[in-house]
């Protein structure tokens, strides 16, 4: 007995909105500001507006009050003074018989009425409207239990507004609306550094199966990103145009249930002015001076090799202050491969002296003044072999830069090959949420055994057809 009681109990948190809503909940986000990108932590904030929208058969028909300025000419007006319910009172302690109409209320473009007796109506303007008590209806995000989870979320996301209303009584239309502040986590692929493009990523996850409910995204109203640039990127507005919110193909779980999931994207590419300036030009005149060590003799090899280390060491340095700010990796980015061609043009000229002085030992050429002369047009003519494949190689790099090259610049299909999320689904249980959906299970199994029915979302017009077949 003390069993049943305790499955009634849970069966109980089930929210009524699961039960009753339709099957499919259309879902849009509007995505504002990009508040940060950490790359050595690998996580990205946003501040972003999630809207969802079903329709839920408890609220058709649903007589809706909306009360009005005393200018108004809609018809079928009541006062508050004779029908109760004042608007006015509450702020001013006394009622001035503030007018209202009660009836239908229909959002689009412009807000609409339709009362009883009456043709509808466009409403111009109204002072306040009277919404359900959407908490008799369940609701979507609960304390304990939501319907809907996001996922990549490193710590609880800072909930800044939200509110619920309806907005066509006619068919019981819900939309809630949140405004969030959240920061997830993200797969950086950094190969291409500091050309690198990034795919900031984070999935809006069903807490129950498709069997239940779906989430689509919404056609009717556009996600969009507004963000344009910030301090180190800039938005791929053309990429971002049909991609902000997309359906993400699910595959079952270890259950074999699947769960409906959308992924929200922005299209980040990196503009690179700061590394190649504070970088790449700096390296790039450090070789530059450091071919004056073939202005010394080659009788001096202690003093060149001094100053071959001194500029090996001074990009040692600079190594190190770029890989504390990148993300461990177990591959090269190309800022690091421009690193080491920077050592290689280093080294070699200490190899080519001491190749010079094992083939031409100084004896030789103190005793022969004309081989000591050849070691030295052999020492220059390296030299200007050297400097010439170096600025030849930076020449070519400048122009795949300007004509905006493939070979540089990454293309978005391969981004997405790279970075694309992917963990199993079945490994849903470790996603911000995954918990719930075994809360959600467990409790429409416990309801289904307690009350003997067959309790399933379906949508509305599937519903005169198959409430014939309940039990």
């Not at 319907?147 to 209303?165: A, I, Y």
């Not at 990796?329 to 421009?338: F, G, I, N, V």
């Not at 540089?408 to 911000?432: A, G, I, Y």
């Amino acid at each position: 007995m003390a069993n049943v009681d305790a499955q009634d109990e849970e069966a109980e948190e089930v929210p009524c909105l699961l039960l009753n809503c339709s099957r499919t909940m259309m879902v849009r986000v509007q995505i504002h500001q990009i508040l940060s990108v950490d790359l050595h932590e690998e996580t990205f904030t946003l501040e972003f507006d999630a809207f969802f929208r079903w329709q839920d058969p408890r609220l058709r028909n649903w007589q809706t009050r909306l009360w009005l300025p005393e200018s108004s000419t809609l018809k079928g007006q009541k006062t508050c003074k004779s029908h109760g319910r004042c608007l006015c009172k509450r702020g001013r302690g006394v009622c001035s018989g503030l007018p209202f109409v009660e009836g239908i209320f229909r959002e689009a473009k412009d807000s609409y009425i339709k009362v009883d007796g009456c043709d509808e109506e466009m409403v111009d303007a109204y002072i306040a409207k009277e919404e359900p008590n959407f908490e008799d209806f369940g609701n979507v995000f609960g304390e304990k239990s939501s319907l809907v989870s996001f996922s990549k979320l490193m710590e609880e996301p800072l909930v800044l507004t939200e509110h619920q209303r309806l907005t066509n009584g006619t068919v019981g239309e819900v939309i809630l609306f949140r405004k969030m502040r959240a920061t997830f986590k993200e797969n950086m692929e950094l190969k291409h550094f500091p050309l690198d493009r990034q795919l900031l990523q984070f999935a809006i996850t069903a807490s129950v199966p498709s069997s239940i409910m779906v989430l689509e995204v919404d056609e009717k109203f556009k996600s969009i990103c507004r963000v344009d640039q910030i301090a180190e990127y800039v938005v791929d507005k053309e990429q971002q145009k049909e991609s902000t919110l997309t359906k993400k193909k699910t595959t079952g779980n270890a259950a074999g249930k699947e769960y409906s999931q959308l992924k929200a994207t922005v299209h980040l590419e990196r503009k690179p002015g700061k590394y190649f300036v504070n970088i790449v030009v700096m390296l790039y005149l450090l070789i530059f001076a450091s071919f004056g060590t073939f202005m010394i003799d080659v009788d001096s090899p202690g003093d060149r090799i001094s100053i071959i280390i001194t500029f090996v060491l001074t990009i040692m340095a600079l190594k190190y202050v770029i890989n504390d700010q990148l993300p461990g990796k177990d591959y090269q980015t190309w800022l690091d491969l421009y690193l080491l061609s920077s050592y290689i043009f280093l080294i070699v000229p200490a190899v080519e002296l001491l190749i010079l002085k094992a083939v031409c030992p100084s004896s030789d050429f103190q005793e022969v003044e004309s081989a000591h002369d050849k070691v030295q047009f052999l020492d220059m003519m390296f030299a200007y072999i050297l400097f010439g494949v170096w600025n030849a190689f930076h020449i070519v790099l400048l122009v795949l830069y300007s004509c905006n090259s493939t070979c540089l610049h990454q293309d978005w299909e391969e981004v997405r090959k790279q970075q694309d999320d992917k963990e199993c689904d079945s490994c849903w249980l470790t996603e911000s949420g995954g918990c719930e959906r075994v809360l959600f299970e467990t409790a429409l199994s416990l309801w289904q055994m307690c009350d003997g029915l067959d309790y399933r979302v379906f949508s509305c017009a599937d519903s005169d057809n198959e409430s014939s077949s309940s039990t």
